[in-house]
């Protein structure tokens, strides 16, 4: 599977995951410092998520201090669905009900560990069928209120 893997810093964490992706057989496609680039968060956030939107890649995975910069970065791409997980139950959720397609984690609290624990239920988790007719809302866009 080839993998969008961005973060605004480079750190053991982002390494740690990018060692078990590569060891899993993902190819990944680097964003940000991890690549050797000097991108912000919401730089960061937003080429991850057009390379998933652009089907150049299959899936994401990024990450910003808290999260929360990434995800919201990545979101701003039409057809990105992106989830803020700090939890392996997080992320199955993620994928079954909201056929999440990016994986965000925050650098301040999320362990090796616990990544891995994501990492695994990301891959196994398909999404509900019966979701699809919520997916599909996704789709469209809303205009704020005048």
Known sequence: MRIAFGSDEKTALTDA?????????????????????AEE??????????????????????????????????????GVRAALCTDAATAAGARTW???NVLVMGLRLTSPEVAREMLDAWFVTEPDPGEAHNIARLETRSEPNA
């Open 98 to 100: 909201n056929d999440a």
């Open 17 to 37: 995951v990018a060692e078990e992706l590569a060891a899993r057989g993902h190819e990944l496609v680097l964003v940000g410092p991890v690549g050797g680039g």
């Open 41 to 78: 968060w919401a730089e960061m956030g937003r080429e991850v998520g057009a390379l998933v939107a652009a089907g150049a890649c299959d899936t994401g995975v990024c990450f910003c201090w808290t999260g929360t910069g990434a995800s919201i970065a990545a979101n701003k791409v039409v």
